[in-house]
Structures are given as C-alpha cells and as structure tokens.
C-alpha cells in the first residue's frame, strides 16, 4: 500500500519553501511492503525452537515455563481429566524455551 500527502499552507510569499522529514525508525520494509513484527505465538515459539535448536518442544512445556516466569497464559479448552502423570520440561528445552521468550521480548 502506498499513501501520499499533499500538505498545503498558504503563504504571502510564493517562493517559501517547508520541508518534512519523516522517521521510518522501527518501521521495517520488504520490497516496500510492511512488514509486522512476529506474534509470539506458541505456533511461532515452537517453529523457532526448531529452526535455531533442530528439536521439538510442545505446547505443555511452553506453558510450564510461562507458569515458572509468570507469563500470561491462554485458556486451555482440553484440559484432560488430571489423573495420571505430567511430563516435566527438560532443563535443555526450558532453556530454549527461555531464549525463545527473550528473542519474543516476553521477558
């Protein structure tokens, strides 16, 4: 998308020149395009894990350390019943869960 601005003042003198600078600071462009920032969804929390550690996390481990940070968490619609036993995250994945908040800037 593309937006122009036709900025007009009137003025006595016609030869009076205004000049705008405009700060693209913080704005990132593709071809042009904009381009937002990436949500860190546990989608794209996971996608990264795997793309910078080669391994797996699940959702469940995401959770345990948002619960150890004290992150907000989203509802969880299949809750299960709470009998039998939870897997706990491992210390190698905890730590790339944690390098994934940071590179989210959750903490």
């Not at 600078?21 to 990436?38: F, H, M, N, S, T």
């Not at 699940?58 to 907000?72: F, M, N």
């Amino acid at each position: 998308m593309e937006t122009c601005a036709l900025l007009v003042r009137e003025s006595a003198q016609d030869d009076e020149v205004v000049s705008i600078k405009v700060a693209l600071d913080g704005i990132e462009l593709d071809q042009g395009r904009y381009v937002p920032p990436e949500k860190p969804t546990y989608k794209n929390i996971k996608q990264w894990i795997l793309d910078k550690y080669g391994f797996k996390v699940s959702t469940l481990y995401i959770a345990q350390i948002k619960d150890k940070v004290g992150l907000e968490k989203r509802k969880n619609y299949n809750p299960g019943s709470g009998e039998g036993k939870i897997p706990i995250c491992p210390p190698e994945k905890e730590e790339a869960i944690m390098d994934a908040f940071r590179h989210y800037h959750l903490i």
